[in-house]
């Protein structure tokens, strides 16, 4: 297995961008589209734990667009062959100095494109000396 074809770890990249784009714009249908259309979709966010799409569907309708700003550092993406890659991320909000969120996603490629297949989103107090 190759792992971070040039090709493919620029498939990702893009998608990852436009998710980020799409979050922070509270883009709903674009964050709705890059989610696997499954059952066993899940995303365990800051305060909730999403099973299927449909639930990561409505969480997303019903979320406020307000203080969605953010800026990522040491963003990681690792693609594994041709189909499947992990894109982590930390992230820091001017609302809540003194925290880091950190962001996982799985992403597989399917013959609709790159989907998110699993996600997991946390914030912690900053650990000592490593602010971005």
Avoid: C
């Avoid at 820091?92 to 297949?117: C, H, L, S």
């Amino acid at each position: 297995m190759k792992i971070d074809l040039p090709e493919v770890l620029a498939e990702v990249t893009a998608q990852f961008q436009r998710y980020e784009a799409a979050l922070v714009s509270n883009d709903v249908a674009v964050l709705d589209e890059l989610f696997r259309n499954a059952p066993h979709t899940l995303r365990y966010g800051i305060a909730e734990n999403l099973y299927g799409y449909e639930a990561i569907m409505a969480f997303r309708a019903a979320r406020s667009p307000v203080g969605l700003m953010r800026r990522t550092d040491k963003t990681v993406i690792t693609t594994y062959g041709h189909d499947t890659a992990v894109a982590s991320t930390l992230f820091y909000r001017d609302n809540a100095p003194g925290r880091v969120g950190r962001q996982m996603q799985t992403w597989v490629r399917f013959p609709e494109g790159w989907k998110i297949v699993a996600a997991h989103v946390s914030i912690i107090d900053e650990p000592k000396g490593q602010t971005a």
